[in-house]
């Protein structure tokens, strides 16, 4: 209940400034930085609290939008924020193709544009023509670190395997699944059973999906899941169901509520790494960008492996 109280008033807040600001001057006399997320979950609430860190360090006046997962919502919103004449953009892509056109708009008007947490464009690190930095995690990465969870767990044994995705067409789900798929290939006997994208991330979802894969009648050897919630939920569903076999769970991002599943084996392994941080470095460059400093065109954030060799020595943000 207070992470739903949570979800809501950070909606709130994303939407609400534009309300407020939108027909008005900047009276602050600082400079104003558009955030566009794509959208309302609780790892972008950690991330903010992290770019109003930097942003107050800094002197900058940041204005937040939510795209509701809407791709094209998304690029109107930063459309209007062009017309504006904002002084900078911080985009994390709801759809890292279709955002494409947001550079040319940015370049045509002169106004620096920063990818950070989803890539624009196809390549997993984020180097792409006409943006000053992408901050963030090479989603190819994550997905490779998911079949490295798998190798480390499940070996050469013949295996059934349920990828349980994010929201279809954004960048993560799109590279985490592209570079798992690519381990899984490796391996002759092992077979993706069942896979679901789940819109908004959300855990519900997630349940539900992993409830419909265990009711195949199937024996699964692995459930992959590409965030921390979805693995949280297939170990209450796995409880649930009773099985007369166990399964192994995996995850991406560290949570409070993970680290009872992890340390009673109900999830095997998850990653970790600083979300607040990535906010903050990501407005921290915006800042140097104004300045008229150089920046790193790429600045990758790298993550941990957390299992219960190591769960009480990594605190979770989230």
Known sequence: MVKKILLALFVALMVF???AKGQEENSSGRPQVAVLFPGSV???????????????EFGLDLIYADAEW??????????????????????????????????????EAGIPLIAFTNVLGEDPSGDVPGIESFIGINDEHLGAMMGEMAESLLGDKPANIVLIEGTAGTAPQRLRSKAFKE???????????????????????????????????????????????????????????????????TGLEFSKEL??????????????????????????????????????????????????????????EL
């Not at 790892?43 to 770019?51: H, L, N, P, S, Y």
């Not at 077979?191 to 959300?202: L, R």
């Not at 060799?309 to 605190?315: A, G, I, L, P």
């Open 17 to 19: 400034p534009l309300a």
């Open 42 to 56: 609780e790892f972008f609430m950690i991330e903010r609290k992290g770019m109003d860190k930097a942003a107050e």
């Open 70 to 107: 809407d791709a094209g919502k998304q690029l109107t919103q930063l459309e209007n924020f062009v017309t504006r004449g904002v002084d900078a953009i911080l985009l994390c892509s709801a759809d890292n193709m279709a955002l494409l056109p947001s550079i040319s708009l940015c370049n």
């Open 183 to 249: 381990v899984v290939a490796k391996h002759d006997n092992w077979n993706i059973v069942y896979s679901q994208s789940i819109p908004g991330w959300t855990k519900e979802g997630a349940l539900a999906a992993v409830e419909a894969s265990l009711q195949k009648g199937v024996q699964i050897d692995l459930i992959s899941c590409q965030w921390y919630a979805a693995a949280s939920a297939a170990a209450e569903a796995v409880e649930e169901a009773g099985l007369p076999y166990d399964v192994n769970i």
């Open 259 to 316: 680290i009872p599943y992890i340390k009673e084996g109900k999830v095997d392994m998850t990653s970790n790494a600083s979300i607040a941080d990535m906010g903050y470095v990501t407005v921290k460059t915006a800042a140097s960008v104004l300045r008229g400093e150089a920046v790193d065109k790429i600045i990758a954030v790298i993550p941990e492996i957390v299992s219960a060799e190591n769960v009480d020595s990594v605190v979770p």
